[in-house]
């Protein structure tokens, strides 16, 4: 009698993978790779982070440079792990951008609390049935959860990455000030994504583009608006067919509207940031935690890799604070209480829920 082969659970299947990958990858739903934005809340709104294959587009704003904070926190997240960054930017020395990358904070401050996770600290709340499905798998994905291993770190925005992140070989950095049109650019982020072809073997590196400003109006190739558009779909194709992300961040107050609505059309994840005035009377009684804000960060898209069901959001506008001045924290906008009512109820007539003893026609 043949002997009978033992059967593994998917769910052992799917943990074990998880447990068994590369640092700064986490596998999704639909056979989804996600890699870390460098902002944990963020990573938590798109539902896992961004996905390998995806272009990310970031709107910026012309009042304040707030872009700069999710691009320096991607490229951070990316140098952390080890993983291959290709740096371009309209300044003539963009290699002197690197020196203002956050550095990773120390996983044993204090100054984490804020983002701590109670179900984190007292282990994982399964039913007893399936502990046995976890075994060893457990523990190596609890010993992960260092500094240097971690999906996503928080970085401290006042301490500069060491520089033993920035002298690898996996850094490039491109200048295209000076370059009469965006062909050399292309052919550069071709090179550089075609070390990481997608193929069907297990995804054992990754790599991110980072792109500040691509039509910025100190560029020759400002006005050219076709031409952005056709670089724009190039990368798009390239980036779809690799294991990278590609972060890209452009001013659409100098473009057309119509070239703007067609770049935020060819985006996979569209954000956008806006800075907040600083004596907005209106804005203020409006929301709780005004005084703490130093911008506004909507999500207009959120990409879908494989799958045709779109991401639902709790909110798709978040408030951006600096928690300590030193940790860059999102949060959902609280719309702040009425004067003269307690913040629970903001009805100022007489109503059948208003009553303090409860009727027949309480609901």
Known sequence: MAATKSRTSSFSRNFSALSSQTPGLKHGPNGTTFISSGIPDLDRILGGGFSLGSLVMVMEDSEAPHHMLLLRNFMSQGLVHSQSLLYASPSKDPRGFLGTLP?????????????????????????????????????????????????????????????????????????????????????????FLSQFLRSDETTSS????????????????????????????????????????????????????????????????????????DEDKELANLLTGYQDMVGLLSVHKVARINTQVPVILDATTYSIKLQKRRFLILECLNQAPIDGSSGISYSTSGSCSGSSKPGSLDF
């Open 103 to 191: 550095s990773p904070a120390s996983s044993s401050k204090d100054d984490k609390s804020y983002n701590s996770d109670p179900d984190q600290e007292k282990g994982l709340r399964i039913a007893w049935q399936y502990k046995k499905y976890f075994g060893e798998n457990q523990q190596n994905f609890e010993s992960r959860k260092d500094g240097k291993h971690e999906f996503c770190n928080d970085f401290d925005l006042r301490k500069p990455l060491e520089r033993q992140y920035l002298s690898g070989k996996n850094i490039e950095c491109v200048s295209f000030q000076d370059s009469p049109n965006l062909v050399a650019l292309r052919d550069r982020c071709g090179t």
């Open 206 to 277: 990754a790599g991110r583009v980072a792109i500040q400003s691509l039509c910025a109006p100190q560029c020759e190739h400002s006005n050219m608006e076709w031409d952005i558009l056709s670089f724009v779909r190039s990368l798009k194709g390239m980036v779809r067919s690799s294991n990278a992300v590609t972060m890209m961040t452009f001013p659409p107050s100098i473009l057309s509207p119509s070239t703007s609505k067609r770049l935020q059309h060819m985006a996979d994840t569209l954000l956008s940031v806006k800075a907040i005035p």
